[in-house]
Structures are given as C-alpha cells and as structure tokens.
C-alpha cells in the first residue's frame, strides 16, 4: 500500500511555470507506476502524464509543454508545468498503479488504485 501526498500548486500565469510534487511513502515505490490526473468543474478526470521505471506517457494537449519524472531515492514523482494556459486550470492528482513486474504506465484511471487529495492550479491572465 502507499500514500500520496500532493504539493506545488498555485496561481501561475499563461505562460508561466510551476513544478506539481508527489511524495509517497512506503520502501517499495519504484514498483509503482505513478500518473498526474487533473479535474476542472463539470469535466471527467483525464490523466496528463504517467511515468514508470522506463516510460513515459503524456497526453496530447500537454506533450512538449509538461515533463513527467521521478526520484526513486526520494519517494517523488515531479510534474514541470512550463506554457501553461487557462486551459491546465484544474485540481491536479497523483495515483499509484502497482506494477512489480515493469513496463509502459497504464493509461486507464479504473488502474490506479491510490489516490492523493489534489492540488488546485490556477492559471491567471
């Protein structure tokens, strides 16, 4: 089991940058695949970027602008925000796939078993 805690959230804006962070705890965390969700008012929760121990995933509307990556060390996963526009407004989750035996990161919300509480970015003009 593991839990997850969000930080780094804020108002920011278009064009700006911010650095999302999620900590876990427990000593087996490279064993997770770990994905950045986000949910804005009236909109279904869509994932933004996954990572595991080899592979990336972004979606369509963040690639180029967002980078993904974890520190195993440290028990954290680390969301750059970099462009961002009033369209990234939203509240920000991490969740935890548990994946021992490797491979690409799942895109299927229904596969992530742990969730964080969220972190509001807001994006300003």
């Known amino acids: 089991q593991v839990q997850l805690v969000e930080s780094g959230g804020g108002l920011v804006q278009i064009g700006g940058s911010l650095r999302l962070s999620c900590a876990a705890s427990?000593?087996?965390?490279?064993?997770?695949?770990i994905g950045w969700f986000r949910q804005s008012p009236g909109k279904v929760r869509e994932l933004v970027a996954a990572i595991s121990s080899t592979a990336t995933f972004y979606t369509e509307s963040v690639r180029g602008r967002f980078t993904i990556s974890r520190d195993n060390a440290k028990n954290t996963v680390y969301l750059q925000m970099a462009s961002v526009k009033p369209e990234d407004t939203a509240v920000y989750y991490c969740a935890a796939d548990w994946k021992p035996t490797g491979g690409p990161p799942t895109t299927r919300r229904d596969d992530y078993d742990y969730w964080g509480q969220g972190t509001q970015v807001t994006v300003s003009s």
């Open positions: 427990g000593s087996v965390f490279y064993t997770y695949n």
